[in-house]
């Protein structure tokens, strides 16, 4: 371990105290004893040199102190190794539904939707679309239509049959 000579014995044990405890920490974190030895020491030393340039200083944050100093050289790492992408590794790639084969089957199967509604007896189309495209309620669709809502119902549930209907077979 280093130690600074303008550091007195009393701080250097108590860091010496939690050196154990920090490298077990740090060694989980960064999955190699090795690394974390060296981190350790790095923290330790850095601890050492803020101390000696700031006497006094409060010592009654020790163990946090060589922990969180620890953990942000830890955090330096990663950061310093982390690699940044150039703007040309970027593969610039347009949402599916720009792709013409995409285009296309959205507007087949549009297309087979509308001939489904379509095909539909009146009143069944007439509530379908109400509620569909007009955003009516089912009870604003019966009062409309002169109709019960349970029969609103009936007929939106054939219409929704009819459409899923038409998709499966497709």
């Known amino acids: 371990m280093l130690v600074c000579a303008t550091f007195d014995k009393a701080n250097w044990c108590i860091l010496e105290r939690y ?18 030895q ?6 330790y030393t850095r601890i050492l040199s803020y101390k000696s340039s700031n006497p006094k200083q409060d010592n009654t944050q020790e163990r946090a102190l060589f922990f969180k100093a620890a953990k942000n050289i830890v955090i330096d790492q990663y950061r310093k190794n982390q690699t940044i992408a150039e703007p040309d590794d970027f593969e610039l790639v347009a949402p599916s539904y720009y792709e013409p084969e995409a285009k296309l089957a959205s507007q087949q199967q549009l297309a087979l939707l509308n001939r489904s509604i379509d095909s539909l007896p009146l009143k069944t189309k007439q509530a379908f679309v109400l509620y ?39």
């Open 38 to 43: 060296n981190i350790v020491q790095e923290a």
């Open 132 to 170: 569909k495209f007009k955003n009516l309620s089912q009870s604003q669709i019966a009062e409309q239509m002169g109709i019960s809502v349970s029969m609103v119902e009936k007929h939106l549930a054939t219409a929704m049959l009819a459409c899923r209907n038409a998709l499966q077979k497709q």
């Open 19 to 36: 050196y154990s405890e920090v490298l077990s920490y740090i060694a989980r974190s960064v999955g190699c004893k090795d690394k974390a």
